[in-house]
């Protein structure tokens, strides 16, 4: 087999590794944070995100233990701590926010982490974008501008201006810290030469240890143990939900690794477009016109910034006391 074979092998791989998991782990999700169990609603966002950090860091420490073997570590446990703060808190909005908005509308959301990225680098890294840059970003915006409005039913109904609920504010909650996250990662990769096995195991651990604490101190832990004695079938779904976050993570690190954070970008673009597509034909989240071309302009966004990002990328910002 040819090396330009072998490559386009390992990209197929690595799409369809991609694109089941989280069609999967999409799946799973909601049929957890959505669904009823005997008329209950699965309401643990906190223990959900717990369970699936516990198996990621475990399967980080195996591939670690057993098949790369990476050089001993050097990130400061203070990095590691406050970017699992960020990462746990941002899942456990985001999952949150599947108890007052529908699944496409978080799927949305969560794909418009280049915002807050743009913001947090302007603001405290004094960072500097090309016009192409935020035009991409400006086509973001105005998609879920237009994914958020709300039809009004009269001309005397005030719902039909721009709606901001509580499952929209985690949502805002979860993207701001995503972008804190990312500004951490970024700190851990140029300063520390951080390996992707290490920093998802260690940022994963911290993460079980805050979760573990606010389980213990919120009282939830116990009610989503007998929750989950109550109702065993949704032993299965979180099963499935956690090793598919843990796969998919892997898949995404070997993606970077072998075919740069360009690619993968690409991919991960794509998928989040069908999970929309799956949400809407298996649980029957329903979208009008505006909200399909809303969502056509976000990954068309997206996927801009994602192709041409090599030459997008930002620059610092001179010492105007120099």
């Not at 906190?46 to 950090?53: D, K, R, S």
């Not at 086509?139 to 929209?168: H, N, P, Q, R």
């Not at 329903?286 to 990954?299: D, H």
Request: proline residues 3%; contains cysteine; glycine residues 8%.
């Amino acid at each position: 087999m040819s090396a330009s074979q072998s490559n386009t092998t390992k990209l197929v791989f690595c799409f369809s590794g991609i694109f089941i998991c989280y069609l999967l782990f999409g799946f799973a999700q909601e049929k957890i944070t959505r669904g009823e169990y005997d008329g209950e609603r699965f309401t643990f966002s906190q223990a959900l995100v717990f369970i699936q950090c516990v198996l990621n860091a475990l399967f980080a420490k195996a591939i670690m233990t057993f098949i790369t073997k990476p050089e001993p570590d050097k990130t400061p446990n203070t990095l590691y701590a406050s970017c699992a703060f960020c990462y746990m808190g941002a899942m456990v909005a985001s999952n949150h926010a599947l108890l007052y908005i529908a699944y496409p509308t978080q799927v949305l959301g969560k794909a418009c982490k280049p915002i807050p990225v743009m913001i947090l680098g302007v603001l405290f890294a004094h960072k500097r974008y090309p016009l192409a840059k935020y035009f991409c970003i400006f086509m973001i915006v105005l998609g879920v501008a237009g994914f958020m409005y709300k039809d009004g039913k009269g001309s005397t109904d005030s719902s039909g201006l721009f709606v901001i609920g509580f499952g929209e504010i985690l949502l805002m909650v979860s993207l701001t810290l995503d972008g804190l996250t990312g500004v951490t990662q970024e700190r851990m990769r140029s300063h520390y030469m951080t390996n992707h096995h290490h920093m998802m195991h260690n940022v994963n651990l911290w993460s079980c240890f805050l979760l573990g604490g606010g389980l213990i101190v919120t009282g939830e832990g116990w009610v989503f143990i007998q929750f989950v004695m109550k109702h065993p079938k949704v032993i299965s779904h979180l099963a499935m939900f956690s090793l598919m976050s843990a796969l998919g993570q892997h898949f995404i690190f070997l993606t970077v690794v072998t075919f740069g954070p360009l690619t993968c970008s690409v991919i991960t673009t794509t998928r989040k477009f069908f999970t929309i597509l799956f949400s809407v034909l298996i649980f029957g989240n329903p979208m009008n016109t505006r909200q399909w071309l809303s969502t056509i302009l976000v990954f068309a966004g997206l996927g801009l910034d994602s192709i041409f990002g090599k030459s997008l990328k930002p620059s610092l910002k001179k010492d105007q006391s120099q």
